[in-house]
């Protein structure tokens, strides 16, 4: 990691945080709400905070967290199309997050939808600096800074929770500086080991589905349902995932014009369009 003997000073950071339509970006959920905040030495020098159109409905029991609903995002510009921006953020950054293997993983999905190589920015864990670090009551990012002495708002919307975090890290690298803690790679080893962008996984599909995965091209399946109902229908791949054990492909399925996700054992047949 070129980052490990570089004192944190001398880095920039990208603190994050993401509200999304559920936990598992395996099974079709998506990012509503992504704030960056770039900081070098420090100091502000730049940041995104946006709405963003996930392409699909948002579960009610995610909006009772994050009071986003659909005609919020209704109007919105789709991850992809803020990737540019995103990614001059993000360039030559050290990542900190709260939980950062969760947003992680989910702006890694937006990602390979937007067609960009993998990213390979190491990341900081304010919950896993917590969790090793400290001896907290509970370590939920509200918890945690009241407990350093860190002002909140109100949570669960992106770009408060992303000073929040700051704040919480530059109040922990003070304390981890005492202990001899001071570079990357000393802050790497006190959250457990590194934590990165995870890349696509290695899922073996028949053709034509390869294809059409790799080109997003349609593809015509044939589908056995959970209830045993076999359908036909003509999708549009988006990304793969695995959650369980099991492999998904998220996709925008023209039968029921949304996007859908698919189980790979349960596809029967696929035909190229």
Known sequence: MRFAQRLLDEVPL????????????????????????????????????????????????????????????????????????????????????????????????????????????????????????????????????????????????AMRDTWVTARVFQRMTRDLRQRGIDTVGDIVHAQGGPIYFPPPPPIDLPSPLDEAVRDRSLVRIRYLDGEGNETERVIEPYYLGTHRGDDYLVAFCQLRNMQRTFRIDRILAAYPV
Not at 71 to 94: H, P
Request: hydrophobic residues 40%; contains cysteine.
């Open 14 to 157: 990208a603190v994050l945080d993401t509200e999304t339509t559920g936990l598992q970006p395996a099974l079709g959920h998506r990012v509503i709400e992504l704030a960056i905040l770039r900081l070098e030495g420090w100091e502000e020098v730049g940041q995104f905070d946006q709405l963003i159109n996930p392409g699909r409905t948002i579960p009610a029991d995610a909006s009772r967290i994050n009071r986003i609903y659909d005609e919020d995002v209704a109007g919105e510009l789709s991850f992809t199309e803020y990737a540019d921006q995103i990614s001059q953020l993000l360039e030559g950054a050290v990542v900190v997050a709260h939980n950062a293997a969760f947003d992680a993983g989910f702006i890694a999905a937006e990602w390979t939808l937007a067609g960009r190589p993998p990213l390979l920015n190491p990341c900081i864990c304010t919950l896993q600096l917590a969790r090793l670090q400290y001896s907290f009551w509970r370590n939920n990012l509200g918890e945690v800074a009241r407990s350093l002495g860190v002002r909140t708002g109100r949570t669960h919307r």
